[in-house]
């Protein structure tokens, strides 16, 4: 429904400056039935706006206003005589009315209730007519139907108030309006303000413009539907909470885009509904939504975001997986990420690649286990670029240097190089990490390269003893291993196997199910070296024979997840993950929800007790 406003401008007698100013920049209207003349303006306010006169508005012809851009302004200047005219035409009206009602009982009896002139008093009576047919039981109220029918008293109001009590929350709206139209006094202004405001199908804040201060108070119903419209009120959750766990979903997604429910407010922690509460968190809390949720919302950039961090090779999404060519020593996406990535992210990287020549980077960084792997990855590819892959790492500079320098001696003994293994576990000689597991793994491979025979045959197994013997305590592996150097103790010398776990002389981890197409592999490139040939031949052979016998080789390291266990990403070079775009839709139904609670309030609005003369 178009909704008219008439008010009153400030005093009603403009300056001619304002004629004036109003001529310059409005358009010259002159109204089809009044002849009043004025002049229209574009505006903001999302009413008809007449200043100036205070006149109903069906007074007006139509037509006059048909061409103008919808919510326009229409401003009437009137001279200062049509001010006096109009003053003393209204003076003349109300002295009219009183002798009136001196004449006619009935007008005198509306009178006392505030109600003057015979087209008032027609309308209010048809809208209490109409009001009794709508009763679901009118028969409770034949006071009120008795006063319409004769002379209504002092209690009248009261009579209005009951029945409209009685009546279900949209209906009260349209009865509401009727009589408020009728020209009631009882109803204030703001009252059928609302009244309007909820009867409208969907009145959004951006269409309605902002409201005067005392409108965005109110009852709780009130404020949370203005709220969900839009408009910046005052409501607590603890006021809602009850809502919160009723209300749609679409509504809630309304109060969090006004700001109403925000992600201290745990939304989410009132719905029984997981996938729901899921939603709501991932609205507002998205970096803390699981991979299990994000499947269950399909929300791909999540879903990426959970791959990327458990250390999936691809995501499908592009800035992720150029990161993820980071992890394998690919820096060939290095200056697209730089460009890409927002500016904390971008400097984390720039940081990370200009230590990767050196391998020097601050705690912030070494103390972050999920960026090891990058960390490995790109110094190895600057080792290899600078063909210094012999060079021995320090592993007293971080927890990171350290299992750096155990992976190292450990890819050394995979690549056959068993004096350079040899070398970077002395490096671990005087040094004891505070890490207990790193503390265990090094002790393990140190009592794995002490077996290798000197040059004169002779293998320290006394000192691959004793090491293992610290650390076989509660380590079930370290105790296997320190058995299989028992056992190499009590055979003699000659009648030993190789000490070499025959995987790592292949050069895959140990019980790799690989190593029989490595066996092939490596017989057809050591075809022409018989030493070799030979070397690889027996650790197919004692491969073979293990599988077949059941026996053990030392393994190394002890424990598996040791240098897998940094697969997992860190979140550090991420972009953080924006929210969940909003998925649903107030339409009507959701909204009439609130506008039944929202209704019965208005009640409030409606005071039996005040006379019209109060009430202007």
């Not at 059928?192 to 201060?213: D, N, Q, V, W, Y």
């Not at 002395?426 to 009592?447: G, M, S, V, Y």
């Amino acid at each position: 429904m178009t909704l008219w406003r008439a008010v009153r401008s400030s005093g009603l007698a403009l300056r001619a400056s304002s004629r004036g100013t109003a001529a310059r920049n409005g358009k010259a209207i002159t109204d089809g039935t009044t002849g009043v003349q004025g002049f229209a303006f574009t505006s903001d306010r999302r009413c008809r706006r007449l200043d100036g006169m205070l006149l109903p508005p069906k007074q007006y012809d139509p037509n006059t206003y048909a061409d103008l851009p919808p919510y326009t302004q229409v401003v009437i200047v009137p001279s200062k005589q049509e001010l006096i005219a109009a003053e003393r035409a209204r003076r003349a009206r109300k002295r009219a009315a009183r002798l009136a009602s001196t004449a006619d009982p009935a007008a005198e009896a509306w009178g006392r209730l505030g109600v003057h002139g015979a087209d008032t008093i027609a309308a209010i009576r048809d809208a209490t007519w109409q009001l009794l047919e709508e009763l679901p039981d009118a028969d409770r109220h034949p006071s009120l139907r008795e006063a319409v029918d004769t002379l209504p008293t002092a209690e009248f109001p009261a009579l209005v108030h009951a029945a409209l009590a009685d009546l279900e929350p949209f209906r009260l709206l349209s009865n509401l309006i009727r009589l408020g139209e009728a020209g009631i006094p009882w109803l204030s202004e703001q009252g059928l303000t609302k009244a309007l405001l909820l009867a409208a199908a969907r009145p959004s804040a951006h269409e309605i413009g902002p409201l005067p201060a005392p409108l965005l108070d109110g009852a709780v119903p009130w404020r949370l539907y203005l709220a969900v419209l839009g408009h910046p009120v005052r409501l607590s959750v603890d006021e809602i909470r009850r809502e919160l766990e009723q209300l749609p979903l679409a509504l809630l997604d309304d109060l969090i885009d006004s700001g109403v429910l925000g992600r201290a407010d745990q939304p989410w922690a009132q719905r029984s509904e997981p996938l729901e509460a899921s939603y709501l968190r991932a609205r507002l809390l998205p970096e803390e939504v699981s991979a299990e949720e994000a499947a269950a919302l399909e929300w791909s950039e999540a879903i990426a975001r959970h791959a990327y961090l458990s250390g999936a090779a691809q995501t499908g999404d592009a800035v992720l997986d150029m990161l993820i060519s980071l992890y394998s020593g690919d820096r060939s996406h290095h200056f697209e990420l730089r460009a890409v990535l927002p500016p904390e992210q971008r400097n984390l990287l720039q940081e990370i690649m200009a230590g990767t020549q050196i391998g020097n980077w601050p705690d912030s960084i070494t103390s972050d286990r999920g960026l090891w792997s990058l960390l490995a990855a790109q110094w190895s590819a600057s080792l290899d670029a600078d063909k210094g892959r012999g060079r021995l790492i320090n592993p007293t500079f971080s927890p990171f240097h350290t299992w750096y320098a155990y992976r190292a001696a450990y890819h050394r003994i995979l690549d056959g190089d068993i004096d350079g293994a040899l070398r970077q576990a002395d490096a671990f000689t005087d040094f004891e990490p505070h890490d207990e597991r790193a503390k265990i793994e090094i002790t393990n491979l140190r009592a794995y390269l002490a077996m290798r025979p000197d040059e004169h045959r002779h293998e320290d197994l006394d000192r691959a003893e004793r090491l293992l013997i610290g650390i076989a305590g509660d380590h079930p592996q370290a105790r296997a291993n320190l058995a299989i150097v028992q056992q190499r103790k009590a055979i003699r010398a000659n009648d030993r196997e190789s000490w070499e776990n025959p995987y790592f002389v292949l050069g895959i981890p140990h019980e790799s199910p690989e190593w029989t197409s490595r066996w092939r592999e490596l017989s057809r490139q050591y075809r022409d070296d018989v030493k070799e040939q030979a070397r690889v031949n027996d650790a197919w052979r004692r491969i073979q024979e293990a599988e077949r016998t059941g026996e053990t080789f030392f393994k190394l390291p002890s424990d598996d997840d040791f240098l897998q266990e940094h697969r997992t990403r860190s979140a550090a070079l991420i972009p953080p993950l924006a929210p969940l775009p909003r998925r649903t839709v107030t339409g009507e139904d959701e909204l009439d929800i609130i506008k039944r609670l929202a209704a019965p309030d208005l009640l409030t609005e409606f005071d039996s007790t005040l006379r019209g003369d109060q009430n202007r």
